[in-house]
């Protein structure tokens, strides 16, 4: 029976009203809460655009400094939540899946697990911002027989995840680098990952359930797993000579090339724009620019063959590469990033909730006879 026409994807399809971001896909624009994604990645802090996605305006001084504490606070785990680090941190497990099981672990030590009220989802907000980049920073030193480090206190959120990943101070540049990814990532409106946290947190469910349920989504390659694909893609072509033609033979073979194309955006990705500089930055601190004018090769052949741009995850690989971050961490940084903006639409949700249950048209067969199994051939 015809109910209506699919929109294949939901694309075009408009599911609720929304202040958290908002995105115009033909002119490259991305605003959080009012505030353009220019502003925010030349001025203002992780820190800042956490408050922001869950208030709903820009923090004074004093509620800045409160929301850096109480997330400084949270960047450390529980005995348990080490326990379960050094247990399931080893190279046979994908980080995204240990990420998506760590997140629901960390449900049963949180003391507002099923407090679904707005100030106990901002609680848990923080702990789970805090302590996912912790997590995921344990992870990688305890899969390569290095002791997990503790953050520091008076060190932001960029800061610490690059010590605690690394082991040593990050110098100026890599420092805002992060904390400039961090910022880029926060957010961006009915995104695959943020709409399935909605949908759990549409059925009241708890905010450790929605964010679980988001991260799983993330993990996917058409979402946030094409970050560490971009980068496999420059490693396997190698050489910027080699770039054309490689990119020429896929597009051959009718290959998507990560990185590129958008469901909304119809011109660049006002991120990329800022990650764009980033990677030129930091591979020619370096020394391999090749990276980055790999990136730009491809770019043009991309853009001149198929007329699509890069989205936020083709410079990020570079990036990313650039500050010596292993590739398999590419995607949990963007969900450390992307849980601010995960927990605002959960925030948002809870406030104004409807059930999302959608329908479909049903194509399959009617009136059929049961048959009992021993008459049936
Ligand atoms: C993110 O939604 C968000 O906001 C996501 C995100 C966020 O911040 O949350 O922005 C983060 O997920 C960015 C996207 C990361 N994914 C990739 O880079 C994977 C590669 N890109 C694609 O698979 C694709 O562009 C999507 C999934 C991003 C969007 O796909 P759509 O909107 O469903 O478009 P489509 O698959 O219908 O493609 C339309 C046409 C097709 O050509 P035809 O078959 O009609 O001839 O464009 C072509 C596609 O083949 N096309 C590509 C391509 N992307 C689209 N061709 C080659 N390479 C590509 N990357």
Not at 53 to 66: S, V
Not at 116 to 145: C, P, Q, Y
Request: glycine share 6%; net charge negative.
């Amino acid at each position: 029976m015809q109910l209506a026409e699919v929109r294949e994807g939901l694309e075009g399809v408009v599911v609720a009203n929304s202040s958290m971001s908002w995105i115009d896909g033909e002119n490259g624009v991305l605003i959080y809460q009012g505030y353009n994604i220019h502003d925010l990645a030349e001025k203002s802090t992780f820190e800042e655009v956490i408050f922001l996605l869950w208030n709903g305006r820009l923090p004074t001084q004093a509620e800045f400094d409160d929301y850096f504490k109480r997330l400084s606070d949270e960047r450390q785990l529980n005995d348990q939540e080490w326990d379960f680090v050094r247990r399931y941190a080893n190279s046979q497990v994908h980080p995204m899946a240990f990420l998506r099981t760590a997140v629901s672990f960390l449900a049963h030590s949180d003391p507002d697990v099923e407090d679904n009220s707005h100030e106990a989802n901002v609680r848990k907000g923080f702990r789970l911002t805090g302590k996912m980049a912790v997590m995921v920073a344990a992870f990688d030193r305890i899969r390569n027989g290095k002791e997990p480090l503790q953050a520091k206190p008076e060190w932001n959120h960029a800061k610490n995840f690059l010590w605690m990943l690394k082991g040593r101070e990050p110098d100026e540049l890599e420092a805002r680098a992060m904390d400039v990814a961090l910022i880029l990532h926060a957010d961006h409106g009915f995104n695959a990952s943020t709409f399935a946290a909605r949908v759990t947190a549409a059925t009241l469910s708890d905010l450790h359930s929605a964010i679980t349920s988001a991260v799983g989504t993330l993990k996917g390659p058409l979402h946030g797993g094409a970050n560490t694909r971009v980068m496999q893609m420059l490693l396997e072509i190698g050489e910027v000579e080699r770039a054309e033609q490689w990119v020429l033979d896929a597009l051959a073979r009718k290959e998507r090339i990560m990185g590129f194309g958008h469901r909304v955006y119809r011109t660049m990705d006002p991120r990329a724009v800022h990650l764009r500089e980033l990677s030129k930055k930091l591979c020619e601190r370096i020394g391999e620019t090749k990276w980055y004018e790999m990136s730009e090769k491809i770019f043009e052949v991309v853009h001149r063959e198929k007329g699509l741009w890069p989205n936020v995850d083709f410079f990020s690989a570079s990036t990313y590469y650039a500050m010596g971050i292993p590739l398999d961490l590419y995607t949990p940084i963007f969900a450390m990033s992307r849980v601010v903006g995960w927990v605002g639409h959960c925030l948002e949700q809870y406030a104004h909730n409807r059930l999302i249950r959608p329908r479909a048209n049903y194509v399959g067969p009617k009136g059929l006879q049961y048959v009992p199994i021993d008459q049936r051939t």
